[in-house]
C-alpha cells in the first residue's frame, strides 16, 4: 500500500473530493435529513459525522483485505462499483428511483451514518476511487466532505430555504452528469477498453 504524505496532489483531492461529494449527494439529501430530524426531534450531527468518517476511512484502508478474504480482486470490485456509480447518477439525473430505502422511524447512527451518508455507493466508490488515486488524497476527500456534511447537517433547514427545491435540484442534476462520466471512465481503465 502506498502511503507517502509529501505527494499530495492537488487535481486527484479535487477530483475524489468531487466524486465523494456527488456519491453522499448531503445537499440532495436534505429533505431525507429534515424527515429524520421531524421524527426524531433532533440529529445528533457531530456523533453522525464522526462515525460515517470513521467508516469510511476504516473501508479504505481494510476493504481491500475484505474483498481478498471473500475471493475478490479490486479491478472486479471497480467495475462493479462503477455500475454502482452508473445507476446513482441515473437517479440524479432522470429523477428515477432505481435503489429504495425505507427511513425508519428514528434517527440514530444507522440511518444518518450508514447507509444515508457512509452507504454501499460511497464505500463502493472509494474502493473504485483507490484503483486510480494515492490513497492520502482520497483520504483528504473523505476529511473534506465530511466536513461539509457536518456543516449542511448542523443547517439543513438554513440551506433548503437558500437553495429552494429548485436550486436542489439542478445541483443534483449537475453532479449527476460528472458522477456518469466518472463511472464510464472507472469502467474502462479497469476492463482496459
Known sequence: ???????????????????????????????????????????????????????????????????RVIGLDVESFAIAGSFVIFFIAMEMVLGLTIFKEEAPETVSIVPLAFPLIA????????????????????????????LFVYFVLKNT??????????????????FGVILLAIAIKLFRNNTGL
Open 119 to 146: 452507504g454501499a455507493g460511497t464505500m463502493t466508490t472509494l474502493l473504485s476511487l483507490k484503483t486510480e488515486y494515492q490513497t492520502q488524497n482520497i483520504l483528504v476527500g473523505i476529511i473534506l466532505n465530511m
Open 1 to 67: 500500500m502506498k502511503f507517502d504524505f509529501l505527494k499530495f496532489d492537488f487535481n486527484q483531492i479535487l477530483t475524489t473530493t468531487m466524486v465523494i461529494f456527488a456519491i453522499i449527494d448531503i445537499l440532495g439529501s436534505i429533505p431525507v435529513v429534515i424527515e429524520l430530524r421531524k421524527k426524531a426531534g433532533h440529529i445528533e450531527s457531530e456523533k453522525a459525522s464522526i462515525v460515517a468518517t470513521a467508516l469510511m476511512i476504516l473501508f479504505l484502508f481494510l476493504g481491500e483485505s475484505l474483498l
Open 157 to 174: 433547514e438554513r440551506l433548503e430555504k437558500l437553495f429552494g427545491k429548485t436550486g436542489l435540484n439542478i445541483l443534483r442534476k449537475a
